[in-house]
């Protein structure tokens, strides 16, 4: 259950999930018209006007900067995996001389993974995804899609990483496949128009932040519940950031540690616990009700604390 204002003054003080992961995956898939088809071994293939294509690309948010300019930001080890699959008018499988996907299945070595966004005039409008290794037979296996916008934006005007938005839109789509060395080997290229493009973005804790933006690794119980005990009956809600009201309580109990070789005597809630549900009201998170119901909650869970 998310509501949609944010409410992060508290949250930030708590890990990033995005500290917490070794990769931040997003699967990208375009689907679209299939406009032409070739390869150096077939020549030119003739296409059925309905023919499709739906390609997929996994690529890794946490991937490091390689270089970022005013035109191009490369991002090293990006793309976990890219592939493309062909239909016919009947949506019957075309039929290629070479592996159409770039993956784990497929690649025995990998020794180049890179992302790119370009922009123009200072806005993103293009992206490319090149993932290079050796296949099983010791051949060179390359996949190389890129979309480029032709009307709507590819991307979010913020945009520093090549994801682009979920949306109904044309654009332009290519992607070529090398399989062997360029001389000898067999290269194939195809071309479409994007019609739909779907980004699913991991979400480690299921609250319906994706890992990228979430700032809290949520305490997801599905009520408010005090002292690990005490139900309040309020809906724990989360934020747009990804953080819920038990994760505002539990920063409370981070700030108000004692202090090494001091006893605690507090035996209330803390000035933080106290302010926290009139801070959710002012945001608009709850409603007046809730607040009173988990101010009472919390002094309950206080003054009757299980021995």
Known sequence: MTKPLLLVTAC???????????????????????????????????????????????????????????????????????????????????????????????????????????????EADSSAYLISGGDMNGRQLECYPQLAALAAPLFATDSFFPVPVDGVYESQFTMMILNGDPERGISMDIGGVAETITV????????????????????????????????SGVSNYADSSGCTIMDHYAVCEVDEEPVRGIRSVRSGPSSCEKAVSYEMVDEGMIDYSEARALREALYESHRNQPI
């Open 12 to 122: 930030l003080s708590l890990m990033p999930l995005q500290s917490l992961a070794q990769t931040l995956t997003d699967t990208i898939t375009i689907e679209g018209r299939l406009t032409s088809l070739s390869n150096s071994f077939q020549g030119e293939a003739q296409l059925d006007p309905e023919a499709r294509f739906v390609a997929t690309i996994e690529v890794d948010r946490l991937a490091p900067v390689e270089y970022s300019g005013s035109d191009l930001n490369q991002f090293r080890e990006a793309v976990l995996s890219a592939g493309v699959e062909l239909y016919d008018g009947q949506g019957m499988p075309i039929d290629t001389p070479i592996a159409k996907r770039c993956d784990d299945s497929t690649l025995v070595t990998q020794p180049s993974s890179n992302a790119y966004l370009y922009f123009t005039d200072g």
């Open 200 to 231: 699913v973005s991991v979400d480690t804790d299921g609250d319906g932040v994706p890992d990228f933006a979430d700032m809290c690794a949520s305490e997801s119980s599905e009520t408010v519940i005090f002292q690990g005990w005490y139900d």
